[in-house]
């Protein structure tokens, strides 16, 4: 497994998958009553969407260290790359080359003749957010909002229940309870096929 050391030079200073608006929209919310709960929740989510793809989706501009690479290809950890930004390669550090490739959209770069370690690449990845959010991401994250608004109101209403009148009395179960079973499971399933494509592998 390759080694690398990223310093981010110029941080994202937003790392939301959805806008506030986006997410009122899709869950039919007209007024503001919520806004501060779903800013958290579109935060918490936006975090755990890129945790579980093992990736800072935030465009940002970044030096990177590359060692041990076992071989002459590698990927950067933000992409998109931006095509219309300056990128370099010192391969070794200190010695600028121009035998390279590089695929944007991958962020894959491929270098051709020396590949002295350590090899620092410096270049600009990552999507605007969350404007440029792809629309699956936005959906991931969406979805996950939507479950745990449902289940907050679940909680809320969770639980044995009773009903009096009179002298007779009937006890039941709420059937607002969610139970784990399939359900849940095609959530998860759905979750995890709309952010399979953005997970990025260590090589």
């Given at each position: 497994?390759?080694?690398?050391?990223?310093?981010?030079?110029?941080?994202?200073?937003?790392?939301?998958?959805?806008?506030?608006?986006?997410?009122?929209?899709?869950?039919?919310?007209?007024?503001?009553?919520?806004?501060?709960?779903?800013?958290?929740?579109?935060?918490?989510?936006?975090?755990?969407?890129?945790?579980m793809c093992n990736?800072?989706?935030?465009?940002?501009?970044?030096?990177?260290?590359w060692r041990d690479?076992?071989?002459?290809?590698?990927?950067?950890?933000?992409?998109?790359?931006?095509?219309?930004?300056?990128?370099?390669?010192?391969?070794?550090?200190?010695?600028?080359?121009?035998?390279?490739?590089?695929?944007?959209?991958?962020?894959?770069?491929?270098?051709?003749?020396?590949?002295?370690?350590?090899?620092?690449?410096?270049?600009?990845?990552?999507?605007?957010?969350?404007?440029?959010?792809?629309?699956?991401?936005?959906?991931?994250?969406?979805?996950?909002?939507?479950?745990?608004?449902?289940?907050?109101?679940?909680?809320?209403?969770?639980?044995?229940?009773?009903?009096?009148?009179?002298?007779?009395?009937?006890?039941?179960?709420?059937?607002?309870?969610?139970?784990?079973?399939?359900?849940?499971?095609?959530?998860?399933?759905?979750?995890?096929?709309?952010?399979?494509?953005?997970?990025?592998?260590?090589?």
């Amino acid at each position: 497994m390759a080694d690398v050391i990223v310093d981010v030079e110029t941080p994202a200073n937003n790392f939301n998958l959805i806008t506030l608006d986006e997410v009122k929209l899709k869950l039919n919310i007209s007024d503001d009553s919520q806004d501060d709960l779903l800013n958290m929740l579109i935060a918490n989510y936006s975090d755990v969407v890129a945790t579980m793809c093992n990736r800072v989706f935030a465009k940002e501009t970044v030096s990177e260290i590359w060692r041990d690479l076992g071989g002459n290809r590698l990927y950067v950890t933000h992409y998109p790359i931006d095509r219309n930004l300056p990128i370099s390669i010192e391969s070794p550090r200190g010695s600028s080359t121009t035998n390279f490739e590089v695929e944007y959209s991958s962020g894959k770069v491929s270098l051709y003749g020396s590949t002295a370690q350590p090899i620092v690449i410096n270049y600009t990845g990552g999507y605007v957010l969350p404007t440029n959010a792809p629309d699956a991401l936005k959906e991931a994250t969406l979805i996950l909002i939507r479950e745990e608004r449902a289940a907050q109101l679940r909680a809320q209403t969770a639980g044995v229940r009773s009903l009096s009148h009179k002298e007779s009395r009937v006890v039941f179960f709420d059937p607002n309870i969610r139970r784990p079973g399939a359900a849940s499971e095609q959530i998860t399933h759905t979750v995890n096929s709309l952010l399979m494509h953005y997970v990025r592998l260590w090589v």
